[in-house]
């Protein structure tokens, strides 16, 4: 039995592999850690020569409605995460509840990931939006065609775009049970995320 087991790992790894997979992670990745470092590089400038992070992030919390930004983060984490989640979780730390918040945010997130996904497959029955769709998003329905579950798992824990992956996956009708599954790993990613960032700004 174990080594059916192993087996049949081996061969998912040789159909990653043969098919791109990793390469398209790694490429991926490299290309999602360029605009993340335009980000850290422009805060260090803010907090150096403009304002502190710390005060910034306490000046949104007193002019700004937990509402409001709960709202804009949502909107943005279900039109193709247009805002860095981390800003958001930065924001989250000087909170008066921190981890309530941040865990907000991760449920928040998650939905995001579920309106795009329902998002996919509603457009799908409006021809001309599919037609569009399908001729800008060609890339990742075939991506998604190839690896499912995988590729939203990725994209849900990496900083690549969860949103576009699980419109991808509504685009094609994956199974939404084994959606909601592989979709849940976004709770993860702020758990992490929360970590470090939190620790980073003691």
């Given at each position: 039995?174990?080594?059916?087991?192993?087996?049949?790992?081996?061969?998912?790894?040789?159909?990653?592999?043969?098919?791109?997979?990793?390469s398209?992670?790694?490429?991926n990745?490299?290309?999602?850690?360029?605009?993340?470092?335009v980000?850290?590089g422009?805060?260090?400038?803010?907090?150096?020569?403009?304002?502190s992070?710390d005060?910034?992030?306490?000046y949104?919390?007193q002019?700004?409605s937990?509402?409001?930004?709960f709202?804009?983060?949502?909107?943005?984490?279900s039109?193709?995460?247009?805002?860095?989640?981390?800003i958001?979780?930065?924001?989250?730390?000087?909170?008066?509840?921190?981890?309530l918040y941040?865990?907000?945010?991760?449920?928040?997130?998650?939905l995001g990931?579920?309106i795009s996904?329902?998002?996919?497959?509603?457009?799908?029955?409006?021809p001309?939006i599919n037609?569009y769709?399908?001729?800008?998003?060609?890339k990742?329905?075939?991506?998604?065609?190839?690896w499912?579950?995988?590729?939203?798992?990725?994209?849900?824990?990496?900083p690549?775009?969860?949103?576009?992956?699980?419109?991808?996956?509504?685009m094609?009708?994956?199974?939404?049970k084994?959606?909601?599954?592989f979709?849940?790993?976004?709770?993860?990613?702020?758990?992490?995320?929360?970590?470090?960032?939190y620790?980073?700004?003691?």
């Amino acid at each position: 039995m174990y080594k059916q087991k192993k087996s049949r790992v081996r061969l998912l790894h040789q159909y990653y592999k043969y098919t791109g997979f990793y390469s398209f992670i790694w490429e991926n990745s490299k290309k999602a850690l360029v605009p993340l470092a335009v980000i850290v590089g422009i805060l260090l400038y803010i907090n150096y020569y403009v304002m502190s992070i710390d005060k910034m992030l306490v000046y949104a919390t007193q002019n700004f409605s937990d509402i409001s930004i709960f709202s804009l983060f949502l909107v943005s984490e279900s039109i193709l995460g247009l805002l860095p989640p981390d800003i958001f979780i930065a924001w989250t730390k000087n909170t008066s509840s921190p981890l309530l918040y941040l865990s907000i945010l991760a449920a928040l997130s998650y939905l995001g990931g579920v309106i795009s996904y329902y998002k996919g497959r509603t457009l799908l029955l409006i021809p001309k939006i599919n037609d569009y769709l399908e001729g800008k998003m060609t890339k990742h329905i075939r991506n998604m065609q190839k690896w499912g579950g995988f590729l939203i798992a990725v994209g849900a824990l990496l900083p690549l775009p969860f949103a576009i992956a699980c419109l991808a996956a509504g685009m094609i009708k994956f199974p939404q049970k084994h959606f909601f599954l592989f979709a849940s790993l976004r709770i993860f990613r702020f758990v992490i995320y929360g970590y470090v960032i939190y620790a980073a700004l003691s």
